[in-house]
């Protein structure tokens, strides 16, 4: 059985609605998501979580939280077959473009995902894509930074998102999809990065220095 591991950094799949609008919800998400009976299925790998402290916004996220994520992946990196990020969706495509650089090695999936209603709201979005990452995650079929979201994995460094309210909010114009998931998950081999060719030896993690 696989391992993945689920960093939560924050973004509108765990928010709630406060006064003030959506914020995240740190603790309301993790006791939810424990009590997720999808993601004790059969064919969901083993799962732990992690968070960054403080969960953002994905608009307010810099250079900063990149190294956060990043460490967190690479101290983490021989524990895990696979990591999901759940990220705001406004600076996703910028995160996982920045992952794929600064994880040098990475052998691994790294799978960016979120939603654009609430996990925990009625017509989420957010259970598709957590599940479905997970399942990706888990696979042992990709080797790379992508981003899953609406039934697409994209390579991360050729996406863009394109859609504030669809719930298909990223496209990669100039690379096809790395898979579809409809009933099942179908891969496009031809297209997904291949294995390095020396044995798995871990990742480097390139931080990236701020102004
Ligand atoms: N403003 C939110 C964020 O990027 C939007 C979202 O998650 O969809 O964190």
Redesign the pocket.
């Known amino acids: 059985m696989s391992r993945v591991l689920i960093i939560h950094t ?4 765990g928010m709630t609605r406060t006064e003030r609008g959506y914020e995240p919800n740190g603790e309301f998400f993790r006791s939810a998501i424990y009590g997720l009976s999808d993601l004790k299925a059969a064919d969901i790998p083993q799962w732990d979580l992690v968070e960054t402290e403080p969960l953002l ?3 307010r996220m810099s250079v900063h939280e990149w190294n956060k994520i990043g460490k967190i992946i690479a101290d983490s990196y021989g524990d895990y077959d696979g990591f999901v990020v759940l990220h ?4 996703m495509a910028y995160t996982a473009s920045a992952m794929s650089f600064m994880l040098c090695g990475l052998d691994k999936p790294v799978i960016l995902t ?3 209603i609430p996990l925990f709201e009625t017509r989420s979005d957010g259970r598709d894509n957590l599940i479905t990452s997970l399942m990706i995650a888990g696979s042992g079929r990709v080797h790379e930074v992508c981003i899953y979201f609406g039934g697409l994995l994209l390579r991360g460094n050729r996406t863009m998102k394109y859609s504030a309210d669809g719930m298909q909010a990223f496209t990669s114009p100039n690379y096809p999809p790395l898979a579809t998931a409809g009933i099942s998950i179908q891969y496009n081999e031809a297209a997904m990065r291949e294995r390095e060719e020396e044995p798995f030896r871990g990742v480097q993690l390139r931080e990236v220095q701020r102004e």
């Open positions: 924050g973004g509108t799949i916004d994905s608009s705001g969706t406004d600076t979120g939603s654009q």
